[in-house]
């Protein structure tokens, strides 16, 4: 069935350091792919999203592009702040039975240091 | 605008009792899922409901049911509650349902406790 898998963590980085959260996935159809970033006893939150191969999702500073040959969709950042520690979780949409859920990867939690 | 909010906060309940959590989502927004997040896993797949209709269900026991009203607010009810239920419930809404690029917007979840 369709999956997402994400790099454990946590990533511990300094501030100004760059990021990179790996994310591959496994689909039968052509989803749209999301990243997703929660902070402590919050919801979570759309960073940035891509819906075909090639496209590149950008926000905040924070990119991913959509990599249909390598099937990933990697989280990458410059230069990270503290306010960025949180939890990112790459999900999929899963185009079966019409109902577009989203499938989660168990997430990446990220820690800055000043 | 208001986003999707959720009710109540937090929850405790103990085993084989009944919760009932709420969900109002964002206006104009007609479809709604709901989300099961144990610590340290992602969200997982619960049910998702548009146009009062179920269009979804994850892999869950018939313990939980939900629906959704007239104006588009859901309710999702678990019963015999399990320890195993303890999670955060997020409920999140979206323009509509079939459609893979529409993303969905989450609430700031309600967590449950179970003893």
């Known amino acids: 069935g369709n999956s997402v898998t994400q790099m454990e963590g946590p990533v511990t980085l300094s501030e100004e350091a760059f990021l990179t959260i790996n994310c591959t996935y496994t689909?039968?159809?052509?989803?749209?792919l999301f990243w997703y970033v929660q902070y402590p006893g919050e919801g979570l939150q759309l960073l940035l999203k891509?819906?075909?191969?090639?496209d590149k999702g950008s926000n905040k500073g924070f990119e991913a592009t959509y990599r249909k040959e390598t099937t990933s969709f990697h989280l990458e950042k410059g230069s990270v702040q503290v306010s960025d520690s949180a939890v990112y979780f790459c999900?999929?949409?899963?185009?079966?039975?019409?109902?577009?859920?989203?499938?989660f990867g168990t997430g990446t939690r990220l820690k800055v240091l000043a | 605008d208001a986003g999707v909010t959720q009710s109540p906060t937090h929850l405790i309940k103990t085993r084989g009792q009944q919760v009932t959590l709420r969900c109002s989502p964002i206006?104009?927004?007609?479809?709604v899922s709901w989300y099961q997040q144990v610590l340290g896993q992602g969200p997982q797949f619960i049910f998702q409901?548009?146009?009062?209709?179920?269009?979804g269900r994850g892999n869950f026991p018939d313990r939980f049911s939900a629906r959704q009203f007239p104006n588009y607010s859901s309710e999702l009810n678990v019963n015999a509650l399990l320890l195993g239920d303890s999670a955060l419930y997020l409920c999140?809404?979206?323009?509509?349902?079939?459609?893979?690029?529409?993303?969905?917007?989450f609430g700031p979840g309600t967590r449950l406790t179970v003893l």
């Open positions: 689909a039968t159809g052509y989803p749209s």
């Open positions: 999900a999929l949409s899963d185009p079966t039975s019409g109902t577009y859920k989203y499938i």
């Open positions: 891509a819906t075909k191969a090639d």
């Open positions: 206006s104009g927004h007609k479809s």
């Open positions: 409901y548009y146009e009062k209709e179920e269009r």
């Open positions: 999140a809404s979206s323009l509509s349902a079939g459609q893979g690029y529409n993303e969905q917007f």
